[in-house]
């Protein structure tokens, strides 16, 4: 977590100059402005040691031709704020969006910002870029008043021209008024923003602006940057974390001509200017390693695990478990697995670094430009204006782009070489080198009173993290306890590096408490979403409850009623989701067909209701595979699936038809959109399992054997 | 030692010096930089690198240069006609049918090859067509209701 102590040595460390951003920006009308810390558990464990702070996050201009543009850290990689921060602007400053440039993830450009993750940019930096807009707006105003000689009272704004609401012909141009301008602004108290009824872009569905590039092949991703006499390096991958090379013989890789062999500490890489080249020369690298020794393999992983388990650390609670257990007569136990699952963009993690005249800079496919921009200050110990990393159009990132040690590799192999150097992971390099979500345990002890009433809860967590583990019921007596410090652990528990996974942590726990809790409805023989909805005071789980329910069009029934049909809800980036399933089992083959998923979400303020989504849609189908078919298997350190033959992702052909409900929420707030319908999709269909065959299945995914295995 | 191979490249013809070993994918990225074609897995699993050869899909980190001689090969790139897009390229903007964008070059290619061979394909030819092509992001309703929608459309 980012302590106040150590922002301000960042700060101080690093002196960050407001007036060489100012200069780089020319004339116009300025606004700063600043983000405020935000440590939610999504940002615990990204690094962005060292990089500079000040004490604005972004800000935006209107220029002399009154284009408006955004300054800002954050970066686009599917999640479309590339078109939705435009229609908030678009709204404050009475724009029309094609008004507004965005200018993402350059570190020269834009100030510091923490990074792109935790579905953060609406709910937290949103806000905060729409009070910039209505601040600047107001300056507008001020100099139109003087300009016009009306009260400012008496102004009102239409597509970027300021007119006198009684003479509309006296107006005049944000362009015209930011003319031989130069007013930089810091954002104060927060600045009026408007009220919903006074949106007209926001609310709206807007396509998303980027595509044109991208489906002509313009679009520029980070692998796509050539530069004059740029050398290409692969890298010698281990046969295993943990290996350590004994020896190396480089001498046939050396001579073939033009081949560079660098050898930097654990840092092994061959580079031409050609890709094939490159590619021949590392194939003749002789290379052999000590691997260490591991027994650990993808079927006693668990076990493993629970041997290194730290002490649980409780998250919540309430009553007194005691107390409940005496008021059960029934109590229900059970363990629930899940695996290491791959991040797999489909852009593996690339950068080209340019070493040039005492300045480092770096493109990089990240999540966290000024992340990966304050490991290079420290790694290389340059002044923090010799750095620059700038982020191009990022090919998905999932949470798997935080760390980037892709830039770090190319920057490093720039200085030694010289020469422009591009670092392009091989998918098997991506499948190597990822961090995976975490293997998990959740272990929950619950328990019915006569009536029926869900009497006590007693939850604890193994290495998912505490994300998503929060319930939402009615439970007189309840615990929660992670054992865990999320998708870290200490050195010994995982085989290879974990890391933050789309919702890190939550699509674990939601899977253990949502069949835990249908379990429970099946013990109480209630229909599982009346046990939900009569277990469930809150009035946004209801909402979203009898949203879905009517979308679907489920009819109650206790489970397992063999219509195949599941429910699960939940809560992340303070967007409560419910989901509902219909599947099909074949009970020869043990194959799961999931035929329809429909999903219901309370986001608060939305957006960009085409966006917001595409956003769900993306959850739902990528949540399919680590439902039903995403597992990494290993033996110790050596990674197995090395690519999609045998890492199997979600395919069109196991694509469920798919429907989305926004609801239309009585919370003006923006809640997060990128990963909360993705929460529910291993308890949705593992509920539409046990109502289609009876049986539970305790472990993700549940793959055909499983099936079999829980059938038999 | 490399041996002169001549093809069409997005309508111009293209000769050149080509090794045995040069790969299709690596020459358009790089000699060329006609970037638009991805690099995914390299192994023909993921569809990313699809270019049209002859008018058909193919995976161009499974070719070698010298395998695409006489041949007329497009890219994402040679595409549109201008600022004017193809029937598939137009679909994919309108149905949103997309979010990070790396896959989408391979999916619109794919798409324009199948909808070649199949003008009228239904969503399950679609869904067949394309099931060799990954998309992490998730937007696989959409890419399949943008070629149908190109598919449903009255041929002039």
Known sequence: MYKDDKEKKMKSSTAFSR???????GGGVVVLFTTPPRFSLAEESHSVSAAAADSFNAYLRIGEDGRVTCFTGKIEM???IITSLPQMLADELDVAVEMIDMVMGDTDRCPFDRGTWGSLTTRVFGPELRAAGAQARGILLGLASTKLSVPIEQLEVRDGVVFDRSNPSSQVSYGALTKGQAIASEMKSQAQVKSAPEYKVMGKSFRRRDAFEKVTGVAEFTADIHLPGMLIARLLRPTAHGAKLKALDVSAAEAIEGVRVVRDGDLIAVLHEKRQVADRALSMLKADYDVPESAVTEENIHAHLMSRAPEGVPVAGGGDIAEGERLSVEVIEHTYQD??????????????ASWENGKMTVWA????????????????????DKVRVLTPYVGGGFGGKGSSPQGVQAARLSKITGRPVQVFWTREDEFFWDQYRPASIVKIRSGLTRDGKPAFWDYRVYFAGA?????QYDIPHHRTVAHDRGWTAAPGSHPFATGAWRAPGASSNVFAREQHIDIMAAKAGMDP???RLSNCSDPKYTGVLKAVAKGFGWTPAAGPSGRGVGVACGIDADTVVASMAEVEVDRSSGQITVKRVVCAQDMGQVVNPAGATSQMEGCIAMGMGYALTEAQRFRGGEILDLNFHTYELPLFSNQP????????????APHGGGEPAIINMGAVIANAVYDAIGVRLFELPMTPKRVKAALA | MGKLVQFTLNGKPVQMESDADQSLLWFLRGDMQLTGTKYGCGAGFCGACTVLVNGSAQRACLLDVQSVANKQVTTIEGLAEGEKLHPVQQAFVEHDALQCGYCTPGMILSAVSLLSDNPQASEADIIGGLDDNLCRCGAHKRIVEAVRSVALKPKS
């Open chain 1, 365 to 384: 496919s990240t999540q966290s430009p000024f992340g990966l921009k304050g490991q290079l200050v420290s790694l290389l110990g340059l002044a923090d």
């Open chain 1, 339 to 352: 695996a290491y699952v791959a991040h797999a963009p489909m852009e593996p993690h690339a950068a080209l």
């Open chain 1, 529 to 531: 979403l009346e046990f």
């Open chain 1, 467 to 471: 994300r998503g583990s929060e319930q």
């Open chain 1, 78 to 80: 599917g999640q479309g």
């Open chain 1, 657 to 668: 038809k798919i429907e989305t409900i926004l609801i239309d929420s009585a919370d003006p």
């Open chain 1, 19 to 25: 007036r060489s951003f100012l200069k780089s920006v």
